[in-house]
């Protein structure tokens, strides 16, 4: 076997951290569906938590169902109609959706399992509101800051370091497409 030179070991290294840095991305988005996702099971009354050191909110079934209203009172109207009349018309089956859509991508991208498929899931849940909020005057990096990274981790196979994606692509001999 050939030995490594100094610059073989250095693309290794810089590879390592890359993948690292990315698998970081990954479970920290990971980690915000999950818990939007668990909010919307167990925090259906109120969703502001008071842990003594730190004070939060996250997004349970009625704040998700105003955001969505609110997000599809001013849009254009393919996606109006589609949101205001379909999906909040049918919001006690869609709630339980969008939940289970949330816990999916949360799941999949914190341990890494087709993770691709993860980032994919929260981009089509993301993705519609924003385009619906484009005109809506907010904060002008407020979606994009969680589009990009989702993006990005929807190209990158990242569960490939420190998730299970390693281990499926392995066993599938390097065909996993996640």
């Given at each position: 076997?050939?030995?490594?030179?100094?610059?073989?070991?250095?693309?290794?290294?810089?590879?390592?951290?890359?993948?690292?840095?990315?698998?970081?991305?990954?479970?920290?988005?990971?980690?915000?569906?999950?818990?939007?996702?668990?909010?919307?099971?167990?925090?259906?009354?109120?969703?502001?938590?008071?842990?003594?050191?730190?004070?939060?909110?996250?997004?349970?079934?009625?704040?998700?169902?105003?955001?969505?209203?609110?997000?599809?009172?001013?849009?254009?109207?393919?996606?109006?109609?589609?949101?205001?009349?379909f999906v909040l018309g049918n919001w006690s089956f869609f709630q339980w959706f969008l939940t289970l859509a949330e816990l999916a991508a949360g799941v999949l991208l914190t341990l890494g399992i087709a993770s691709r498929l993860g980032a994919t899931i929260g981009l089509l849940l993301i993705g519609p509101i924003w385009v619906m909020l484009l005109g809506s005057?907010?904060?002008?990096?407020?979606?994009p800051i969680e589009l990009l990274p989702l993006l990005v981790l929807a190209v990158v196979p990242t569960g490939r370091t420190f998730g299970q994606d390693r281990v499926l692509a392995a066993r599938f001999g390097g065909r996993w497409p996640f």
């Open positions: 076997m050939e030995s490594l030179t100094v610059r073989d070991e250095r693309d290794l290294v810089s590879a390592r951290t890359l993948g690292g840095g990315f698998a970081v991305l990954r479970i920290m988005f990971g980690l915000v569906w999950l818990s939007n996702g668990l909010a919307k099971v167990f925090l259906n009354r109120d969703s502001n938590l008071d842990w003594g050191f730190i004070k939060f909110n996250l997004i349970n079934q009625p704040a998700a169902r105003a955001i969505l209203d609110g997000a599809s009172r001013n849009t254009f109207q393919p996606l109006r109609a589609i949101y205001h009349d005057n907010l904060y002008l990096w407020e979606y």
